[in-house]
């Protein structure tokens, strides 16, 4: 059974940088698609970053290019991710998710293990 847990959210000023991490158990990071997710109130979840085949293949969604950075450590198996400059639009739950196959890194519906989120609040 897969297990994710995240954690590293918090409150920062706009600007201000945050990590998020994501402890993977029962599936394997080092071959599988992991990405991170974000939800704010009244709109849907999208997708922010992934990883394949813990790297050198990385997807990131437009808003967030040059500003995030996903990664792993295999041995560890944790998923991070690097958020600089960050903005008040990108307050929302962030989630940490497993694929079940290889699809579409964006679409949630790929994702089959999920945690269960960290929020993460920007003011201005």
């Known amino acids: 059974q897969v297990q994710l847990v995240e954690s590293g959210g918090g409150s920062v000023q706009a600007g201000g940088s945050l990590r998020l991490s994501c402890a993977a158990s029962?599936?394997?990071?080092?071959?599988?698609?992991m990405g991170w997710f974000r939800q704010a109130p009244g709109k849907e979840r999208e997708g922010v970053a992934a990883?394949?085949?813990?790297?050198?293949?990385?997807y990131y969604a437009d808003s967030v290019k040059g500003r995030f950075t996903v990664s792993q450590d295999n041995a560890k198996a944790t998923l991070y991710l690097q958020m600089n400059s960050l903005k008040p639009e990108d307050t929302a739950m962030y989630y940490c998710?497993?694929?079940?196959?290889?699809?579409?890194?964006?679409?949630?519906?790929?994702?089959?293990?999920w945690g269960q989120g960290t929020q993460v609040t920007v003011s201005s």
């Open positions: 998710a497993a694929a079940k196959y290889f699809g579409r890194w964006s679409d949630p519906r790929t994702f089959a293990a």
């Open positions: 029962g599936y394997s990071v080092s071959t599988g698609l």
């Open positions: 990883i394949l085949h813990g790297g050198p293949f990385t």
